[in-house]
């Protein structure tokens, strides 16, 4: 019988790798969320209608759970665009994703909508529709076991 080399923790080496890895994934998308953060600030002027960064809250009406919510909008190769999300939850937890989004200017609002599955983990497909009035962005989300809304607005260009 072989036995599992114990860390002065006591997990198992496989679990110690499993989790350095998965960490080590989890970082690296933040750095890469952060450094284009960065970089839109300095290259989308905050009135590029709805492209750009945006700051706010997400709040989930089925648990009360919400948090800190970033986003970044750009265009794809396509002449489509897609929202990177980057949420924060209790202050340490973070999860970062991307959605393809339709769109449609009516009036000078700009509506969207969208899909993205987020695996079995994060609760499976996810649907998205909201509206940018100027400066505002809201958005409603649902999934078959959460539902809830995103609020931002423009930030400051340092930040």
Known sequence: MRTQQ????GLP???RQAFTCLLLVLLTGCSTFNRDWKAASATL????????RWAGTWLSEENGHGGKLRCLITTNAGGGYQARF??????????????????????????FQGEADLGWYAGGLYFYSGHVRGTNFSSTYRSEKDRGTFQMTRPPPEQ
């Open 45 to 52: 002027a905050p009135d590029a209608g709805i492209q750009g």
């Open 86 to 111: 980057h949420a924060k939850y209790r202050k340490i937890l973070s999860f970062g994703y991307t959605v393809p989004l339709k769109v449609r200017t009516v009036a000078g609002v700009v509506n």
């Open 13 to 15: 080496a496989r679990v």
């Open 6 to 9: 114990l860390n002065p923790f």
